[in-house]
Structure formats: C-alpha cells, structure tokens
C-alpha cells in the first residue's frame, strides 16, 4: 500500500465500514494499513468509524499505536485480545503479510471480494506469497449493489 488509493469511492469505503458493523463491528489490520489510510486526510480514514473496535497487529514495540486502536503482536494475539473483549467475529482488513500470517496460522474462515468498477494496472497481492493454501467455495449468490459485486466465499478445511 502505497497510500495511493484514489480509486476507492466513498461509497465503497462506507460499504466497509457497515460490512465490519454487520460482522462482528472489529477491524483487524496491519500497521502498513494504518500508515497508508492516513494518507488519505479527513476525508476518508478510520477515524470515519469511530463506533468499531480496530486492532493493529505489529510487533514493532517503537510504533505509536493511534488513538482508537488496540494493539496486537501477532494474529493469535489479535484474536485472543479479541474473544476477551467479547467478539466472536472480525472483519480482517489488512495487507498482503498480516493477510498471509493469518493464512498460515489457518485462522480465517471466509474471504469477501468486493468489487468496485474500476480497472488498476498495478497493485499488491490480497495475500504476500508464502507456504499456505486457502480453499474457496462460494458461500451463497453473488450480491450486486451500487455497481459494486461481492463474492463472500467459505474457507475449506
């Protein structure tokens, strides 16, 4: 992440935010992520969702974690500090290497793609290469809204 991400409309950033209330009301992400959304301004940002629960997993103990946010050092760490709390489900929102740490740890259940009408040339990974396999099946009919596409797929075991 590059904080470039013009291409997000506001609406598929509001669609996020009430995905992550509908699910769980957690966000968990990586400190890249953190770094990169707040490039974005006051305009859009974390800070638009002040009714979640927002981890940051890293284990750079030097790192500010912003108001709002707990910290976490690892995915089980995350998760852990998480079922304390009360949460049973969480909406994982980071980049590819928190992506891939919870791949391989074997700790996600499903994986949601929403796709917003716009064509990129470049970009990162949904998941940093590395020992893992992550089986789909399709987890009911594709869902159509504001010309957005969402494909919620099961994890196989």
């Known amino acids: ?17 009430d995905y992550a209330r509908h699910h769980g009301g957690c966000l ?9 959304v707040a490039t974005w301004g006051a305009a859009m940002g974390f800070h638009d969702f002040p009714d979640l629960c927002k981890v940051v997993v890293t284990s750079d103990d030097t790192w500010t974690v912003p108001e709002g946010f707990l910290r976490a050092r690892s995915p089980a760490d995350a998760l852990a500090l998480l079922e304390r709390e009360g949460m049973t489900s ?5 980049g590819p290497i928190l992506n891939r740490a919870f791949a391989e ?12 009408p716009v064509i990129i040339g470049e970009g990162l990974p949904v998941v940093a290469s590395g020992p893992h396999d992550l089986r789909l099946e399709l987890d009911g009919a594709p869902h159509v809204t504001m010309g957005m596409v969402t494909l919620r797929y099961r994890v196989i075991r």
Do not use: C, N, P
């Not at 992440?1 to 935010?17: K, P, R, T, V, Y």
């Open 1 to 17: 992440i590059d904080g470039d991400e013009d291409f997000l409309s506001d609406s598929l950033w509001a669609a996020f935010g």
């Open 28 to 36: 968990i992400v990586g400190r890249k992520t953190v770094e990169a």
């Open 90 to 94: 969480v909406l994982l929102a980071g």
């Open 105 to 116: 740890a074997k700790l996600i259940d499903h994986v949601l793609f929403r796709i917003e």
